[in-house]
């Protein structure tokens, strides 16, 4: 179980306050929210890359105590974001960003995610916004996360292709019982997708 | 105002051995007080599309055919004259991944007041027009969120007043409220006359805002019409399972690879992938010459 209990959490000031939300495996929770949420926010929190204000984050069961370069369960988490080109390192082929992890199946990933072999030599500036993001699902997935996080991981692709994608991320969730966390503006998306969906409110006029 | 006419334009990017067919032959009309919508396939040839009629392509990337706006050959102009005429001012874009377009050690105000001093407009008209509030101004790229750089680079992209306006998915990172406002922007500028080509993802967004659609496959459009024939009644195959793979239809993929743009075939570059293929379809089919245009031998 992905646990977050009540996590507040922002940069100057807090975005989200009093957040509780939890991941079972095998499952898929939703989450929506108005631009300015804090939907990302939460992403970064339970990915361990943002330390909160206040509250807790748990991995099975474990309470987790470092973030950011400290945190050791922090390979149980895969994340996705929604700008692929900020993510990846421009000096790597999609061969290299696949293979970073240190996974050996990246040809069998790369055709799950509907890359064709012409594009895993090319460097990021090379492929296509959508292009790049399937490369990183392929390498969120070569470390066999626990949980995945995905931020509006589908705003850079079409119909089908999120389409598609939604249905490797199902499949791996079968045969791994991996919980997802699944995070968009599109509550048509979301309805078609998740078990169940959060909403996270307006955040407050200042 | 004058048309944007693209007339029969390839891009080919030169690789270590193997050559990228990027945009194969597409030829496309806009008038102002219209509105395009160009939807497709992740990796068909939209952003270079749009790279190209504003000169931004790589050193590997070549051209052909033309991209006239009035007296100006897009495609032929020299970076020079594209950079003091052309780009801000007679064309605004709009590019995708916003984000990492911006400059990171200056705020959002500080980019956006030197657009419109450069370009001769008004930065808070444009920030509020986008959906920024006065405070968002004050912060650096990396302190944006993804939707409110978006919004900043959407201001960037208005704020000098172009007649015609290329927007790369413009949409990502916004909420249905901020989305609707910026399709409401768009079109008040269609009906001052301005030109809009959309690239998006949103087939919802293109539906409300775009007059005509226009579907690509592996660099080729094959289907140009009226937004809601087009993805109600669509003709192309392909367009049809686009359409249909929406959460709000089937939300099913169409099966099979994105095709090869290194070694594309001589017919039908959607034929290995779709259910009415015969042999006439080893023939590249071309696009029709109706106000519904597509390009196939058995349209549905
Ligand atoms: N510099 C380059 N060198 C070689 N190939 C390139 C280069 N830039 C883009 N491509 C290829 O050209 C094709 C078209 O890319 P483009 O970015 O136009 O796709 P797109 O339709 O905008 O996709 P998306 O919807 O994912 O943004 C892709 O297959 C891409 O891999
Ligand atoms: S030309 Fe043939 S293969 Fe191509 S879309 Fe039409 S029916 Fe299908
Ligand atoms: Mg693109």
Known sequence: MLTGLGITAGYREPVITDVSLTVHPGQTVGLAGPSGSGKSTVARVLALLHKPFAGTVEIDGETVTGYRFKARQRTKIGVLFQQPRLSVDPRFTLRQAIAEPGADRVDELAEKVMLTGDLLGRRPHEVSDGQLQRACLARALALNPRYLICDEMTTMLDASTTAALVGVIRAYQQESGAGVLAISHDATLLGRWADETVRLSAPLPR | ?300
Do not use: W
């Open chain 2, 1 to 300: 105002m004058v048309n944007l006419e693209i007339d029969r334009v390839s891009v080919r990017f030169a690789l270590k051995g193997a050559t990228v067919e990027a945009v194969n032959d597409v030829s496309l009309t806009l008038r102002p007080g219209e509105c395009v919508a160009l939807v497709g396939e992740s990796g068909c040839g939209k952003t270079v599309l749009a790279s190209a009629l504003l000169g931004f392509l790589p050193g590997n990337a070549e051209t052909s055919g033309s991209a006239r706006l009035g007296d100006v050959d897009l495609l032929a102009a020299s970076d020079h004259e594209l950079a003091t005429t052309v780009r801000g001012r007679r064309i605004g874009l709009i590019p995708q991944s916003p984000a990492s377009h911006l400059t990171p050690v200056r705020t959002a105000r500080s980019q956006l007041e030197e657009a419109a001093r450069v370009l001769g407009g008004d930065a808070e008209k444009a920030a509020e027009r986008a959906g920024l509030l006065p405070e968002h101004l004050d912060r650096y790229p990396h302190e944006l969120s993804g939707g409110m750089a978006q919004r900043v680079a959407n201001a960037l992209a208005l704020v000098g007043n172009p007649p015609l306006l290329i927007a790369d998915e413009p949409t990502t990172g916004l909420d249905r409220d901020l989305v609707d406002g910026l399709l409401d922007e768009f079109r008040r500028l269609v009906d001052d006359g301005h030109a809009v080509l959309l690239i998006t993802h949103d087939l919802a967004a293109a539906h409300k805002v775009a007059d005509r659609i226009a579907v690509m496959y592996a660099g080729r459009i094959v289907e140009v019409g009226p937004a809601h024939e087009v993805l109600d009644n669509s003709k192309h195959p392909y367009a049809r399972g686009l359409a249909n793979a929406l959460p709000e239809r089937d939300f099913l993929p169409i099966p099979g690879q994105p095709p090869l743009l290194t070694d594309l075939p001589a017919g039908c570059a959607f034929a290995p992938r779709c259910e009415q293929a015969t042999e006439i379809c080893e023939d590249r089919p071309v696009l029709t010459d109706d106000p519904h245009a597509v390009a196939c031998h058995r349209p549905c």
